[in-house]
């Protein structure tokens, strides 16, 4: 069992940055590729970016390639989604899920946090 709390969300204005952490109970976080998801009004729940138990391997979707960081620190239980210049269309409830794969690119999260909001205006 993972239990995972996202933090980091808010209210920024276009280009801006922020940093969504998430924060990983038990003792196996290490052993789970974790990812970000997102959902906006009206729309189907999405990957943004994934990383790979080990860190080495990340994924991005097309949209956020260049902009946003996703990284973890197995010594704190912790993943991190930086992102940068953000735009409006980047507005969404944001999920961390962790899921004991390899395949991170099409991880669809066996664990679930309760999700951060994101909301850039133009």
């Known amino acids: 069992q993972v239990q995972l709390v996202e933090s980091g969300g808010g209210l920024v204005q276009a280009g801006d940055s922020l940093r969504l952490s998430c924060a990983a109970s038990?003792?196996?976080?290490?052993?789970?590729?974790m990812g970000w998801f997102r959902q906006a009004p009206g729309k189907e729940r999405e990957i943004v970016a994934s990383?790979?138990?080990?860190?080495?391997?990340?994924y991005y979707t097309d949209s956020v390639k260049g902009r946003f960081t996703i990284s973890r620190d197995n010594a704190k239980n912790t993943v991190y989604l930086q992102m940068n210049s953000l735009k409006p269309e980047d507005t969404a409830v944001y999920y961390c899920?962790?899921?004991?794969?390899?395949?991170?690119?099409?991880?669809?999260?066996?664990?679930w946090g309760q999700g951060t909001q994101v909301t850039v205006s133009s």
């Open positions: 038990g003792r196996t976080f290490s052993s789970y590729a």
């Open positions: 990383i790979s138990w080990s860190g080495r391997n990340t």
């Open positions: 899920a962790a899921e004991a794969t390899l395949h991170i690119a099409t991880m669809l999260g066996d664990y």
